[in-house]
């Protein structure tokens, strides 16, 4: 069964298209190294929660957007090794491809999939 990480991020709003070159650049390193499928999107109707919610999650301010993505992996064993090499990819450094957002707030995991319909 195939393995996904999923992340949410607060982006400054005059940063999307510094985001959309980041993360493509960042795709093409993911998917030389296995990923089977990245998908990034940008918050459309993203509303503010009472007790949670996406905004409250990466502290999201007046001036940002929330990003809400996932990579797809055959298994988790190729993720782990992926992201291993990925990480210390020279295209993958903050001085070749800088994070144009606050990754303190990035929210990541790794999960199993149980149903793939």
Not at 76 to 100: G, I, L, S, T
């Amino acid at each position: 069964m195939t393995y996904v990480d999923g992340f949410v991020a607060a982006v400054p709003t005059a940063n999307r298209e510094k985001y959309i070159k980041h993360a493509s650049d960042a795709v093409a390193v993911f998917k030389e190294y296995g990923a089977l499928k990245v998908v990034e999107c940008w918050g459309d109707d993203v509303p503010e929660g009472e007790v949670t919610s996406f905004p409250m999650a990466v502290k999201r301010q007046p001036d940002e957007a929330v990003v809400f993505g996932w990579i797809i992996w055959p298994s988790r064993e190729v993720r782990d090794q992926a992201m291993a090499k990925a990480m210390e990819d020279p295209r993958m450094q903050p001085d070749v491809n800088p994070m144009p957002f606050d990754g303190k707030r990035l929210i990541y995991g790794g999960f199993d999939v149980i149903l793939d319909e």
